[in-house]
Nanobody, 124 residues
Framework: QVQLVESGGGLVQAGGSLRLSCADS????????MGWFRQAPGKEREFVAA????????RYADSVKGRFTITRDNAKNTVYLQMSSLKPEDTAIYYC?????????????????WGQGTQVTVSS
């Protein structure tokens, strides 16, 4: 069973950096595509980044390309999201998610396990 716990959120000034972590206490981590999504107040949850099982195939939302990097450590059952050059519009709750699909999907419906979320606030 997949159980995801995010950490690393917080308050940062515009232009700063944060690294989010998501640990999976289950036993199927290396078989799952992993994704990060975010939800700002009053907005729909949206795709941020996702990474293949091998860690070789990332996908990013256009809004974060060149600023965010998704990586994973299958030995530690952990996926990371390195966020740089943060903007106030990056403020949201960030969720980690797992998909059993072999393809790197960006749609929420492909992900069947979700963490509880971690708050990221970027001040101007």
């Amino acid at each position: 069973q997949v159980q995801l716990v995010e950490s690393g959120g917080g308050l940062v000034q515009a232009g700063g950096s944060l690294r989010l972590s998501c640990a999976d206490s289950g036993h199927t981590f290396s078989r799952n595509t992993m994704g990060w999504f975010r939800q700002a107040p009053g907005k729909e949850r949206e795709f941020v980044a996702a990474l293949s099982r091998s860690g070789l195939t990332p996908r990013y939302a256009d809004s974060v390309k060149g600023r965010f990097t998704i990586t994973r450590d299958n030995a530690k059952n952990t996926v990371y999201l390195q966020m740089s050059s943060l903007k106030p519009e990056d403020t949201a709750i960030y969720y980690c998610a797992a998909s059993s699909d072999i393809n790197v999907r960006i749609g929420l419906g492909w992900y069947n396990a979700w963490g509880q979320g971690t708050q990221v606030t970027v001040s101007s």
